[in-house]
């Protein structure tokens, strides 16, 4: 089975529906530590200094770019807070869900 980080986005496509309630909740419970607010998913990530967090900043930007899904960020000297929707569908699609698991990925390394 593949995990989410090891998917790639797929390019919006006209007549693309968000998913439902149900669909969501489900990928929901393949992340750790997201919150889910109606048509948004959003994480904080915390760090020693603000290098750290701009380090991880400029990863997220690079896995966003390759990805061609990008997150709203919200940095300050010791956190991030990514957040996930998808604007084209006005909802949530599962490359929000791919891309929060990406960034797990990134914050382990």
């Known amino acids: 089975m593949d995990t989410l980080a090891s998917k790639r986005c797929k390019p919006y496509e006209s007549g693309m529906k968000p998913l439902t309630n149900a669909e969501a909740d489900n990928l929901m419970l ?27 900043v400029n990863a997220v930007a690079w896995m966003a770019h390759r990805e061609d899904h990008h997150p709203n960020l919200a940095v300050t000297y010791n956190s991030c807070q990514v957040e996930y929707t998808t604007h084209a569908i006005h909802g949530l699609s599962e490359n929000d869900f791919i891309c929060a698991a990406k960034v797990d990925a990134l914050f382990e390394i």
């Open 30 to 56: 393949q992340l750790d530590g997201w919150q889910r607010f109606d048509h948004l998913i959003n994480k904080t990530y915390h760090f020693k200094d603000y290098y750290q967090t701009m380090a991880f």
